[in-house]
């Protein structure tokens, strides 16, 4: 297990003890997100210090950042590994998510956004990029061109994360508006929304015994 600090660190546990295996120090700034590649040698990070960075599951060091002239310059929030792991998609609050080539450390693509880009993730076949947007859409792309494919719309927020399925046949999105979507990855077509209850909680609580105290 991995989790993200606002203390600059990542921190790798032992799942099955509970135990610290190794504290991963070196970000300058809170670490938003954190994720494991899916053979799980390695971790990458997003840090509001403008780099994502690669450690080694085994060992705890840091062997790759992401950053540069061709990074991003403000907070990196979400950064993700490609099904085969020899890329990563990090999102940004510059407006984009970039794909890079994780071992050499170059951007191979750049996926523009009119405002912050809060997640974006890998397809399962590794050709397509979702991506979540304070603009209000989730985008799905090509992820070796950049090339716009659809917008997943309508939400009437933000839209706070964007998701593929396991098997890959759908994308979820959820968004401030208070609804999440689900699409139909063929057709990318909205096929059910989900409503927040939160005014019926609300209301059912009001009317509770204690909800009157």
């Not at 840090?47 to 840091?62: E, L, M, N, V, Y």
């Not at 999105?173 to 005014?199: I, Q, Y």
Request: proline content about 2%; charged content about 25%; cysteine-free.
């Amino acid at each position: 297990m991995v989790t993200a600090l606002a203390d600059g660190t990542a921190r790798l546990w032992d799942a099955a003890e509970g135990g610290q295996l190794f504290d991963l120090s070196g970000h300058g700034a809170e670490v938003n997100s954190a994720h494991f590649s899916a053979d799980g040698q390695w971790v990458v990070t997003a840090s509001s210090d403008h780099t994502a960075r690669i450690w080694d599951t085994a060992t705890g060091k840091q062997i790759r950042t992401l950053a540069g002239q061709e990074g991003h310059q403000i907070w990196v929030l979400d950064a993700q590994f490609s099904p085969d792991g020899q890329r990563v998609v990090t999102a940004s609050a510059d407006g984009t998510a970039r794909v890079w080539d994780a071992a050499a450390g170059t951007v191979l693509a750049v996926l523009s956004h009119d405002r912050e880009v809060y997640a974006a993730e890998f397809s399962r076949d590794g050709k397509h990029v979702v991506t979540a947007s304070a603009d209000g859409r989730g985008r799905v792309l090509d992820a070796d061109s950049g090339e716009f494919l659809t917008i997943l719309q309508p939400h009437f927020g933000e839209v706070k994360d964007a998701r593929f399925s396991p098997d890959g046949q759908r994308v979820v999105t959820a968004s401030d508006d208070g609804r999440a979507r689900l699409w139909r990855v063929r057709s990318f077509d909205s096929f059910a929304e989900l409503l927040a209850a939160a005014k019926q909680l609300e209301a059912e609580v009001s009317a509770s015994p204690w909800g009157s105290r």
